[in-house]
C-alpha cells in the first residue's frame, strides 16, 4: 500500500506543483488504486508514473472547488479512450453528479465503463470485506469532507510447521485452513484453522483530508492513524490569513496530527507563493511541532508503514 501524490499544490497549477491529486495504490490488496481528488492535469501527471488509468475504481472527491476537480471530466474520458472498461465509482459532496454529467453531455463524451456516482454525507461511504470509508464535514468556505480509510484486520500468519508435524501436508487445505475454515482431513480428523493461525495482523489507517480550518471533525478521522494527509497552504505566520480564507497552516496541520495520536504527517496543498527554497522551513514549522512530519511533492511516494 503506498500514496503517490499526482499534485500538491493549492488554488492554481505552478510550475513546481500541480493542481491537488492523491492516488492511494492498492495493488497487492485489491489489484485496484484510488484516486482522492482529481485537479485540472492529473491525466497529465498519471503519464509520468506507472499508474494505469483502467486501474483506478474509486474516485473520493473532498469538496468542489476547482483545483479538486477541474481534472475530472478529462480522466474519466481518458479512461474510457485507453480501453478501461471496469466500473468506476466517483464519491462526493453534493453537486458533483451534476458537475460531471453536465460536463460529459455538452462534450458528449460516452464512457465504455458503467459510472457509478454517490453524492455522500457523513458516515460510512463504502464498506467492503477489505476496506471501510468514513466522511466526516470539515470546515471550509463550501461543503468540505475528509476521508478515514481503515484497512480491517487480516488473519495472522498459519502455523505450517505445526501442521507438518502433525502430518498435514501442504496442499488446497491450507488455503482453507489460512482462510480459518473448519475442514475434514482424509484420515477423518476434523480441524479448524482458527487453531493454526497467529495473531491478527492490524490494518492500516489512513485519513485523506480535504481543505479545511482546524476543527473537532479531523481529529476523529485522524485518530490513531497510521498516516495523516493534510492540508498546509500557509506557513506559521500566516494564521489570520490562513483562518480567513478557511485553510490551514504547517503548524495547524502538526497540532491537529498530535492531537489525533497519528504515527505520520504528509503536508500537502501548499500554496504557490511558497518556492522550492522555502520548502525546507515550511517542513521545520511542523516538524517542531509533530517530528514525524514530510512535506511532499508531486510524484512523490510514500509507503504506508
Known sequence: ME?????TGAGVPAKARNVTSIALKLLEERNAIWLFDCGEATQHQILHTAIKPRKVEKIFITHLHGDHIFGLPGFLGSRSFQGGDGPLTVYGPKGIKAFVEVSLKVSETRLKYPLEIIEIEEGTVFEDDRFTVCALRLDHGIESFGYRI?????????????????????GPVYRLLKEGRTVTLEDGRVISGKDYLGPAKKGKIIAILGDTRPNEAEIRLAANADLLVHEATFNKESGQMAHDYFHSTTADAAQTAKQAGAKRLLLTHISARYGKEDWPALEQ?????????????????????
Open 3 to 7: 500514496i503517490l501524490f499526482l499534485g
Open 150 to 170: 481503515t484497512e480491517k484486520d487480516k488473519p495472522g500468519a498459519l502455523d505450517a510447521d505445526r501442521l507438518k508435524k502433525e502430518g498435514i501436508r501442504p
Open 285 to 305: 514549522e511542523a516538524q517542531a511541532l509533530f517530528p514525524d512530519s514530510l512535506l511532499v511533492h508531486d510524484l512523490m511516494e510514500v509507503p504506508v508503514l
